[in-house]
C-alpha cells in the first residue's frame, strides 16, 4: 500500500521532525503522526474490503441470474424468439425488466395440459348441461351416459391430460408483456400500494398463473 502525502503534509512532519529533535516540538509528537497515518491507511484498506465484498455478491448473483436464463432459453426452443423479445422491451423500466426477468427464470416448472381433444367431448357435455335444467340431473347423466358408452369415450378423460405444453414453448411475448404491464398498472393504481413493497408485488400480483394449469 503505497502512502499518499501531498505538499502540507511533508513540510508538517518535517516541521516536527526538527521540533522533536531540537527539544522545541509545538504540535504532535512525530510518532503520534506515524500512528495516525498507520490508523487512516488500516481504515482504507477495510472500507476497501467491504466495498469489494459488496461488489462480488452482486456480481454473483448477477451472474447466477444470467445463467439461468440463458439456461431458460435453451430450453424455449423455437419459443426463444418470444421470450427475447419481452427481456428486450425498449419500453420496460428498470423494475419491469426485473420483473420479465423473474417471470422467465420462473418459468419452467410452468405447464398447461393440451387440450385439443376436449373437442370431441364438448358437444356431449354441453348437452347433458342444458337436458339437467329441463328434466333433472339424474335423467340426464342417464341419456348422456348411454351416449358417451355408444361413443366409446374414455371415461377418466385421460386424453384431455396426456400431454403437457410446457410455457417457455407455448407463451407469446404478447401475452407476457401485456400481462406484465397490467400487472404494474394494478399495483401502481391501487389504494393499498404504499403498504404492498415490491418483494409482495413480484410474489403476489405480477405471476400470470393462479395454479400450474391455469391462467389468470
Not at 355408444?150 to 410455457?167: C, H, L, M, Q, V
Amino acid at each position: 500500500m503505497t502512502l499518499n502525502f501531498d505538499y502540507h503534509d511533508i513540510k508538517w512532519i518535517n516541521n516536527e521532525v526538527y521540533a522533536l529533535f531540537s527539544g522545541r516540538s509545538r504540535e504532535f509528537p512525530l510518532f503520534i503522526t506515524l500512528i495516525y497515518y498507520r490508523n487512516s491507511v488500516i481504515m482504507k484498506i477495510r472500507l476497501l474490503s467491504v466495498i469489494l465484498c459488496i461488489v462480488t455478491i452482486f456480481s454473483c448473483q448477477d451472474n447466477k441470474g444470467n445463467a439461468l436464463i440463458k439456461k431458460t432459453l435453451i430450453l424455449s426452443g423455437n419459443n426463444k424468439g418470444n421470450l427475447e423479445k419481452v427481456l428486450s422491451n425498449s419500453e420496460w423500466n428498470n423494475l419491469q425488466s426485473e420483473a420479465a426477468k423473474f417471470l422467465i427464470v420462473n418459468m419452467e416448472s410452468s405447464f398447461s395440459f393440451d387440450t385439443t381433444n376436449l373437442c370431441k367431448y364438448r358437444p356431449l357435455l354441453y348437452e347433458l348441461d342444458s337436458l339437467r335444467q329441463t328434466i333433472g340431473n339424474q335423467r340426464a347423466l342417464n341419456i348422456i351416459n348411454q351416449k358417451w358408452n355408444k361413443a366409446n369415450f374414455d371415461p377418466s378423460f385421460s386424453e384431455i391430460y396426456s400431454t403437457k405444453t410446457p410455457d417457455i414453448q407455448t407463451i407469446t411475448s404478447d401475452y407476457l408483456i401485456n400481462d406484465i404491464k397490467q400487472a404494474f398498472e394494478s399495483w401502481e393504481n391501487s389504494i393499498f400500494k404504499d403498504s404492498i413493497n415490491y418483494d409482495s408485488f413480484q410474489q403476489y400480483i405480477l405471476p400470470y398463473r393462479i395454479k400450474k394449469r391455469l391462467y389468470y
